[in-house]
């Protein structure tokens, strides 16, 4: 009885439907997957753009 996850999307209208458009699924509506490469060597970094 009244054992939902509180970030499963439920309906309603409103402020009442709050975790259909704050939960989870929406994020991953909401959202793109991205690739960022981050230098984290002190020694300088080649030219990426050079054919190997």
């Known amino acids: 009885y009244r054992a939902i996850s ?5 309906g309603g209208f409103k402020q ?9 699924d929406a ?3 909401y959202t793109r997957t991205k690739t960022t490469w981050i230098n984290t060597s ?3 970094m080649s030219n990426p753009f050079i054919m190997r």
């Open 6 to 10: 509180p970030i499963s999307p439920f």
């Open 16 to 24: 009442s439907g709050g975790s259909r458009e704050a939960g989870i």
């Open 27 to 29: 994020i991953h509506e």
């Open 42 to 44: 002190s020694e300088p």
